[in-house]
């Protein structure tokens, strides 16, 4: 396929993304975040054992831009107890995700899935939970509203 090709094609789906984040709750878009690095995560192990390096580097890479993406979107100042625990993980797994590269170990990354996949179920609780508070999403964007 062209790069030519390949551009258009995502030009239509780009914009109907942007637009479903851009309205989607927090909630959700967290656990979408947490879906992502998980499966990075289990890339890299899948493609440890035949000893595909590169796609391990590239995928650990990507849970560990997730991961920032999460840290630094934390609110430490409305947070409280929980933003400074979710900081404390936050760092830990990026740590574990770093020795993991490195040591190219899956059961670092094993662990990693784990305390992921318990902070996406918490995440999804809540994004339920935004659901029967608010039927409809808040668009998260700035401009004219033209709901009532």
Known sequence: ??????????????????????????????????????RFANTAIENMTPRKY?????????????????????????GGKI?????????????????ANVQKDAKILKEVVRILSELKGSWEEIAKKEGVVSSSPTPRTSGISIQG
């Not at 796609?55 to 831009?65: E, G, H, P, T, Y």
């Not at 999460?70 to 100042?77: A, P, V």
């Not at 933003?83 to 020795?99: G, H, Q, V």
């Open 54 to 78: 590169e796609i391990v580097n590239r995928n650990i890479i990507k849970a560990q831009d997730i991961i920032t993406e999460l840290l630094t979107s934390l609110n430490m100042e409305e």
């Open 83 to 99: 933003a400074e625990d979710l900081l404390s993980l936050y760092i830990y797994m990026k740590k574990r995700l770093l020795e």
């Open 1 to 38: 396929m062209s790069l030519a090709r390949k551009s258009t094609y995502n030009s239509g789906y780009d914009p109907y993304k942007s637009n479903e984040i851009s309205t989607m709750s927090q909630g959700k878009l967290v656990v979408m975040l947490y879906e992502g690095a998980i």
